[in-house]
């Protein structure tokens, strides 16, 4: 199959497969599951605006030089409203597209859980097709980054002194996900009064972070970054292992209540119990618990 050979075009239906028609999405999975679950993924997230494009965009460059495969999935919340238009001078990931390296932008679904249900199987092309590692960009606050770094191997979050990323950010619990902490931008003014702020949070706690400074614009900091990447992917490759299993786990468990619910769903009006109980609700001569429990009963039988 091309996708195996990595041919851009194939690679690129086969993840509009996944992502959007969920028939042939299962006969595509048939296919490719047996190949994937072998790379690292790399999530990397922070505030609109922080440059995690633009940092994307230099990295890869490095970790080619490194030897790896990498492929980058930017999840965008824009794409579906304004057209990927809304700020102006956000930055295509190009550069790199011309070394070889496999880009492209999906849209988000907006819907905690949706994210993922896609994500996992969009990686899985990727990973089927030979690439290594996978980066995932997200812009996002709270459940999406948490979100991710529960799909991601090594999470990176993204701050700047610029878009106002304030303690305050730092501590609305972006301090439990991160591997590697950038403040990028450092060629702008209050960069350092952020680094010892975040070392301050974060870089005491038991799980000792790692925390750098970044300039796209300077091209500092980004060959140290790629390379600690490199080693962290091979050091984590072992407990990639262990939690394989547990995404597993949550994935069956979430496609059989997904299953259930649908089914469910569909038997609750070609039955006749649901709208006697709702009836009786409508008309107060019974309470909701009590109604809810009468109908579940009755579809478990
Ligand atoms: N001064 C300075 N500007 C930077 C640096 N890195 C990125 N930028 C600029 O910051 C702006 C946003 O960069 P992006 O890479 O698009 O940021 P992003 O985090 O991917 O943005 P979204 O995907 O929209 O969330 C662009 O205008 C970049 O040129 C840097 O190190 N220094
Ligand atoms: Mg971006």
């Given amino acids: 199959m091309d996708v195996k050979k990595g041919k851009r075009g194939a690679i690129a239906k086969a993840i509009s497969i996944v992502e959007n028609e969920p028939k042939k999405a299962k006969k595509l999975l048939k296919k490719i599951f047996k190949d994937s679950g072998n790379s690292i993924v790399i999530g990397i997230v922070g505030s609109a605006g922080s440059g995690k494009s633009s940092l994307i965009n230099k990295t890869v460059i490095e970790l080619k030089k490194l030897g790896t495969k990498p492929a980058v999935l930017a999840i965008d919340p824009t794409s579906h409203i304004t057209g990927g238009a809304m700020l102006g001078d956000r930055v295509r990931m190009t550069e790199s597209t011309d070394s070889g390296t496999y880009i492209r932008s999906i849209a988000s679904r907006g819907a905690t859980g949706a994210i993922s249900r896609s994500l996992r199987n969009s990686i899985r092309v990727l990973e089927y097709s030979g690439f290594n590692p996978i980066i995932i960009e997200s812009v996002g606050a709270g459940q999406t980054e948490v979100?991710?770094?529960?799909?991601?191997?090594?999470?990176?979050?993204?701050?700047?002194?610029?878009?106002?990323?304030?303690?305050?950010?730092?501590?609305?619990?972006?301090?439990?996900?991160?591997?590697?902490?950038?403040?990028?931008?450092?060629?702008?003014?209050?960069?350092?009064?952020?680094?010892?702020?975040?070392?301050?949070?974060?870089?005491?706690?038991?799980?000792?972070?790692?925390?750098?400074?970044?300039?796209?614009?300077?091209?500092?900091?980004?060959?140290?970054?790629?390379?600690?990447?490199?080693?962290?992917?091979?050091?984590?490759?072992?407990?990639?292992?262990?939690?394989?299993?547990?995404r597993l786990e949550a994935e069956l468990k979430d496609i059989v209540l997904n299953n259930l619910k649908e089914k469910v769903d569909g038997m609750l009006y070609s039955d006749k119990i649901f709208p006697k109980y709702l009836k009786k609700l409508q008309s107060k001569s019974i309470d909701p618990f009590e109604a809810g429990d009468k109908i579940t009963k009755s579809l478990l039988k």
Avoid: C, H, W
């Fill in 147 to 246: 979100e991710i770094s529960n799909i991601a191997d090594i999470t990176v979050v993204v701050f700047n002194p610029n878009t106002g990323d304030s303690i305050q950010t730092i501590k609305a619990g972006l301090t439990e996900i991160g591997d590697i902490y950038l403040v990028n931008k450092s060629d702008l003014s209050g960069t350092n009064q952020l680094f010892d702020a975040v070392l301050d949070y974060i870089g005491d706690t038991e799980r000792n972070p790692i925390i750098l400074k970044t300039s796209v614009k300077k091209n500092t900091g980004i060959t140290k970054f790629a390379k600690i990447l490199k080693d962290m992917m091979i050091s984590k490759k072992k407990s990639k292992k262990e939690k394989e299993q547990e």
